[in-house]
């Protein structure tokens, strides 16, 4: 089982849409959790953190589910400039950092 | 944020050569990572480049084949060594937030095609 596991898509959906990622993670004891974009042939971007109380962004909302051990994020009125992957990111202490494969969202006139 | 540029942005080369692939930051930073991401896959962290120290390699990933040089807080380099095709990769450093931030900065990544 992967650390961090994420649908790969893609999602293809149209302008307007609200569209959710799920993402879920196996070490309980992970610490820290974010969302990354990253847009075709370019570096990943920080989008935003995940925490337990969940955390708004314009359009953007993050929920983390500890019990679960899920992690998801919403995207609410989808723009044309929302087409990316976005990753999944978890942070289990020290230095280690897992990256998710990544869900890819395709957003459509 | 930091600020990070690597070079070359993309290469191709013949296998059983070696590439370096310089990063550079505009501000000093005590971690430097480097990863590889290749087609469709997640990112991989190969190493975390140490100022002052040897680098320390993740599992699957070995001195010999990607030596790491870390000579200051702004700057690493890593090579990859005797190619083969299946080290075509984009090759992406980064560094964290710094002051306990856990978000990492990337570079532009470098695009290496091994023939």
């Known amino acids: 089982r992967k650390e961090v596991e994420q649908d790969p898509g893609p999602f293809n959906v149209p302008e307007g849409a609200t569209v959710a990622f799920n993402c879920t993670y196996s070490?309980?004891?992970?610490?820290?959790f974010f969302w990354y974009r990253q847009d075709c042939r370019k570096e990943p971007k920080l989008l935003m953190s995940v925490y337990s109380s969940g955390n708004e962004d314009g359009r953007f909302t993050a929920q983390l589910n500890r019990a679960s051990q899920y992690i998801s994020l919403l995207i609410r009125d989808s723009k044309l400039s929302d087409s990316a992957t976005y990753l999944c990111?978890?942070?289990?202490?020290?230095?280690?950092?897992?990256f998710g494969a990544g869900t890819r969202l395709f957003v459509k006139a | 944020s930091a600020v990070i540029s690597q070079k070359p942005s993309r290469d191709i080369c013949q296998r059983g050569t070696s590439l370096t692939i310089q990063c550079q930051v505009d501000?000093?930073?005590?971690?430097m990572f480097w990863y590889r991401q290749q087609p469709g896959q997640s990112l991989t962290l190969i190493a975390t480049a140490n100022q002052g120290s040897e680098a320390t390699y993740e599992s699957g990933f070995v001195i010999d084949k990607f030596p790491i040089s870390r000579p200051n807080l702004t700057f690493s380099t890593l090579t990859v060594s005797n190619m083969s095709p299946e080290d075509s990769s984009i090759y992406l450093c980064s560094v964290d937030g710094g002051a306990g931030q856990e978000t990492q900065y990337f570079g532009p990544g470098t695009r290496l095609l091994v023939l």
């Open positions: 501000s000093q930073v005590t971690m």
């Open positions: 990111v978890v942070h289990t202490g020290g230095f280690k950092t897992i």
């Open positions: 070490n309980s004891a992970s610490q820290s």
